[in-house]
């Protein structure tokens, strides 16, 4: 472990020396990444410290118990050396988890797209319901929710929504949510009391920044439309309303919900940007055996991840069979149980990856 983290110091101060050079400041991109690395290794140096005093006070222990000439100071040390093994245990198996290579897109931003699927009136009912959690939970986590677009459901909830999450780690906490959510409940049009199973499907995307995805604009078709539905006098008056065709993919992103067009075209440009990123995300995990391999990875969109049972009260994750009786919270938003076992379901199939190549 000493090696390790002697490893981890070296590169410390390789970065604390690069971020103050003024070509690595001008260079915005690579300042950003090398200051990210440097808090990460931070936590790690300073985590390596605590480690090393712990050893000392094992040598420094058992150097006394050998001499054994103070009966007192032997009692002492002996004391110290049980509570000094004790933090090493923990330490190192804090540090295990710490030296898992991070996903650089952990840190970001992410647009999460909820679609209604199966089940017609239901599942946009479902998403709207889906929306409304994860709307609770980032604001009870401090970040900030930003609609991009919306269809109405007939009936309430969406068709889809589109909206951009802002704040600490989002991406790294909210990317085991993509995938196929379904509910199992009776429908408020049903007059028999029948239980139907409905769907929707949640994408979540990583933020891309322009060095991060650069997208050739001559490949971007823009059509500029008047609003609709509700939204005072500027609906239907003024051609604020941005649909983008993305030539080579047929993607379509379209974003009406600022009054500015400059504004609306700004967020649209940065879902485009998203998509296409995290398609060139997808190939990479395509390509990597050990994602494609994880249990709670977001490659597979089509996988069918949670239920979410109302007669019986339960919220069931398939990818790691975990089930809870807790249903009227966690659809008002507290999901962080849900998260975290996930979280470490992921590290400990990393971990083991990792152990393997150190």
């Known amino acids: 472990m000493l ?4 490893i981890i110091n070296q590169r410390f101060d390789e970065v604390n020396d690069l971020i103050i050079q003024p070509d690595i400041i001008s ?48 009692e002492m040390a002996k004391m110290q050396l049980d509570e000094a093994r004790e933090i090493i245990s923990k330490l190192e198996e804090e540090i ?11 840190a970001k931003n992410v647009v999460v797209e909820v679609r209604a699927g199966t089940g017609g009136d ?40 589109i909206f ?52 050739d604009m001559t490949e971007v078709r823009i059509e500029r439309t008047t609003s609709t539905g509700p939204g005072g006098q500027s609906v239907n008056t003024t051609y604020s309303a941005i649909k983008l065709h993305h030539e080579p993919t047929g993607m379509i992103v379209s974003c009406q919900d600022q009054k500015s067009s400059h504004k609306n075209l700004e967020k ?26 994880s249990m709670v990875s977001s490659g597979d969109r089509s996988a069918k991840i949670r239920t979410y049972n109302y007669p019986q009260g339960r919220v069931t994750d398939h990818r790691i069979g975990l089930t809870l009786y807790d249903l009227s919270n966690i659809i008002n938003g507290d999901i962080q149980k849900i998260i975290d076992e996930l979280m470490l379901a992921e590290n400990t199939e990393l971990l083991k990856a990792n152990d393997d190549v150190i």
């Open 27 to 74: 260079d915005q991109q690579r300042y950003t990444k090398l200051m990210k690395e440097y808090k990460d290794l931070k936590l790690i140096v300073d985590k390596g410290v605590i480690y090393k005093e712990a050893l000392d006070n094992i040598s420094e222990s058992e150097e006394i118990i050998a001499d054994g000439s103070d009966a007192e100071m032997v």
């Open 268 to 293: 649209a440009l940065k879902v485009l940007r998203s998509r296409l990123y995290d398609l060139e995300l997808a190939k990479q995990q395509a390509a990597d055996s050990e994602k494609r391999k």
């Open 3 to 6: 090696e390790k983290i002697q």
């Open 164 to 215: 951009e999450v802002s704040g600490e780690d989002v991406y790294g906490t909210l990317k085991f949510e993509a995938g196929v959510h379904r509910v199992q409940r009776v429908p408020q049009t049903e007059t028999q009391g029948r239980v139907h199973t409905s769907a929707a499907t949640v994408m979540v995307l990583p933020e891309a920044e322009e060095f991060d995805y650069e997208l």
């Open 122 to 161: 239901e599942a946009s009912i479902f998403a709207g319901d889906l929306y409304r959690m994860y709307s609770k939970y980032c604001s009870d986590k401090g970040w900030r929710v930003d609609v991009v677009s919306q269809s109405d459901g007939t009936s309430g909830g969406f068709k889809e929504v």
């Open 96 to 106: 295990r988890f710490m030296l898992i290579p991070k996903d650089p897109d952990d």
